[in-house]
């Protein structure tokens, strides 16, 4: 059974099962559907149950326009809906959900780039390093470098001491 996931901003993601032949799409009650959002038209779109099981979708005349799969759809014209279409009514996000595999759709065709390669290129006069990160550099410590060298100098004065101690010879009788 084909069913529409509609996503509501305040509410999250309501399923409804397309159990009519004709299903209307609005923001009043009077719909079979209705999506309570200012975006969407008191009478927005149709879905009309189409040959094969699935339906199609058209748009009757809305103020905000209806989206399919990304593309706004000319009003009064029918579209054929296939498992995994993405359908926006104003700003409201649906999906169609079929039982019948999606055919393969086309890929979209390639847009005109507008690139304009420069004939050259030089470094700015001003140029500075563009890295968030500043350089570190390596400041001399002159009280940090004296610690080492007297730490050094301490270690192996200990050393001489305990080599002395060890090498001291018990008195002879």
């Given at each position: 059974?084909?069913?529409?996931?509609v996503?509501l901003?305040?509410?999250?993601a309501?399923?409804?099962e397309l159990?009519d032949?004709?299903?209307?799409?609005?923001?009043?009650p009077?719909?079979?559907?209705q999506?309570e959002d200012?975006?969407?038209?008191?009478?927005?779109?149709?879905?009309?149950?189409?040959e094969?099981?699935?339906?199609?979708?058209?748009?009757?005349?809305?103020?905000?326009g209806?989206?399919l799969n990304?593309?706004?759809?000319?009003?009064e014209?029918?579209h054929?809906?296939?498992?995994?279409d993405?359908?926006?009514?104003?700003?409201?996000?649906?999906s169609?959900?079929?039982?019948?595999?999606?055919e393969a759709?086309?890929?979209p065709?390639?847009?005109?780039?507008?690139?304009?390669?420069?004939?050259?290129?030089k470094?700015?006069?001003?140029?500075?390093?563009?890295?968030?990160?500043?350089?570190k550099?390596?400041k001399?410590?002159?009280?940090?470098?004296?610690?080492?060298?007297?730490?050094?100098?301490?270690?192996i004065?200990?050393?001489?001491?305990?080599?002395?101690?060890l090498?001291?010879?018990?008195?002879?009788?």
């Open positions: 059974m084909p069913k529409i996931i996503s901003p305040e509410s999250g309501i399923t409804h159990t032949a004709e299903v209307t799409v609005g923001r009043v009077d719909n079979s559907l999506i200012i975006s969407v038209s008191s009478h927005h779109a149709t879905l009309t149950l189409g094969g099981g699935d339906y199609v979708l058209r748009d009757i005349g809305s103020t905000n209806t989206e990304g593309k706004e759809i000319p009003r014209e029918d054929k809906l296939q498992d995994g993405k359908i926006v009514f104003g700003k409201i996000e649906a169609y959900v079929s039982e019948n595999p999606a759709r086309p890929l065709e390639a847009e005109e780039v507008n690139a304009v390669v420069a004939s050259s290129s470094r700015p006069a001003d140029f500075a390093n563009a890295s968030p990160f500043q350089k550099k390596k001399k410590d002159p009280v940090g470098t004296a610690l080492i060298v007297l730490a050094v100098v301490a270690i004065g200990f050393g001489g001491v305990i080599m002395a101690i090498n001291i010879q018990p008195p002879s009788l």
